[in-house]
């Protein structure tokens, strides 16, 4: 007893500590979800701006929605199927329950990332479409582990000789089990239900792997909305999702410690109403047959902005969805069967989606404005002709740095350079990080030699203690943040982060550096080609053309956008590279066969062989 009360101060702050380290990130969240400034570092002051105008953005609401109608089907679904599993395993006449309990418990052991890569095979080899039907599927499959596991433990403290006694009294076995067996084991099936809601409104991984054009859910849309910037709308966001999953959980855990159904039901209705928020304010959701372009483009490629002038102009909603890298495109497109009507793919991957027959020849007649563009940027090999793609925007790819800190640079030596270390962001990206590294010994980067590869792999691998984060999609928030003082990017996001920070320079190494030029398509599988066609137009027009190069950075392949546009913009050299850098930029090419190869050196730098 003594003893006890000895330990009790340790052990009591010990237990604060560990809730501490756990809760400390989320309280910051919470509390800078009703800060005043867009700054995520520094309080303001308080507000609720930012839940207002979270209930007001249509995406949010329209994600939100998903979610719900995802979670609900999945939670009748699996609640159903998970019970009677159940029954079968505690009451059936079984073989061997003890490996079938095991099966059953299997995906929540297996690795998210492999439940959904194999979801996402099986999906493709049965030529389902990826939308809702594909993410509820998903979700019922791993969330009937949890409800076998929760409503079994439940029917292992009822007493089978009731249900026996009903049998005895006369009732069949449907009578039986909805007089005894239900309500004997209703807490836990409520519990369970609950419990698959919540599991099902947070997933991220499967349904990232399994969501197609218009099914995204919320936690897909927060994560792009943090691609392009953690803001206070995300903090608010993710607080009313913490808030109500706390409370379901909440709700669950009453009932399986036996409260009475009436005393769970306050947290989880309230748990549900904070869902349910979007829905009773502002507008209401988008409305039913309206017409929709799905989109699917680079992350930073296009201000909402314009896309707003399109929808406008056409009556129609513009989906949008974004990816970091070429090969994140490529895997979704060869997938098959996907919805989206415009994609963007840089040079190499048409050529790979042309000989794949996987885009649709385009209208010429249908887009006017294609006279506005640069023929020094047309009818290249990787389309003859421009049949099946537009050039969107241009650019280079570089070293972003800031110079107060690094000084001048001007070489790929940098990012090798040990004074650097845990300072260094690259980009996550085969073809560029190994294409920097050829470079680096001034070889070209479409190099298919092995040796070469080799070389640039070993270079790759000595770099790695030094490189902070391998990552494509924010490597120019991670600048201005002074995350990293060096970065691997790309000359647009590189040219803007210097209009908060002058400090920041983009530079194209002397050893050379990659060109890119991204296009616009239209796959075989898009629903509305013709609106396609209206959208890829739209881009090309001279006013529009120039608000992209204005809002986004990247150069603009138009000519009749250039005279629109500030001496600021026209003279960054970022922006317009002058004659001297385009000399020693290549462009990046579809090498075939060694692309495995390539890949490969790749996966074995970034799992650090
Ligand atoms: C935009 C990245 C530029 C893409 N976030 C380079 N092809």
Partial sequence: MAEETRRAPVLGSLTILVYL???????????????????????????????????????????????????????VVATVIGTAAALALARGRLRRPGSLMALIA??????????????LLFFAALGLRLGFLTVILAHVAFCVSYV???????????DPSLEEAAADLGAGPWRAFFKVTLPGIAPGVLSAALLVFALSIDDYVVTSFVAGVGSTTLPIQIYSMVRSGITPEINAVSTLLLVATALLLLAAHQLERGARARVAAAPAVLGLMVLGAPFVTGTGAAPRGERVLNVFIWSNYIAPETLRKFEQRHGVRVNVDLYDSNEALLAKIQAGNTAYDVICPSNYPIQILLAQGLLLPLDHSALPHRSNLDPALLDKSYDPGNRYSMPYVWGTCGIGFDRRRTGPVDSWDVLWDARWKGRILMLDDARETLGAALKRRGRSLNATNEDWLRDAQRQLLDQKPLV???????????????DVWLAQGWS???AKVRDENPNLEYVVPKEGGSLFVDSLAIPKSAPHPELAHAFIDFTMEAEIAAEICRTMHYSTPNLAAVPLLPPSITGNPAIFPPPDVLRRVELIEDIGEATVLYDRLWTEIKAGR
């Fill in 21 to 75: 380290f756990l809760y400390a990130p989320i309280l910051v969240l919470v509390v800078f979800s009703f800060n005043q400034s867009r700054m995520t570092a520094e309080w303001k002051g308080f507000t609720l701006d930012w839940y207002g105008r979270l209930l007001a953005s249509p995406q949010i609401r329209l994600s939100l929605r998903n979610s719900l109608l995802v979670a609900g089907v999945t939670t």
């Fill in 106 to 119: 299997l995906p929540i052991v297996v690795p998210e990332i492999v439940l959904a890569s194999s979801l």
């Fill in 148 to 158: 076998v596991v929760v409503v079994r433990a439940r029917l292992s403290g009822l």
């Fill in 468 to 482: 902070k984060v391998y990552d494509s999609g924010s490597f120019d928030a991670a600048l201005l943040s002074g």
């Fill in 492 to 494: 647009g996001q590189l």
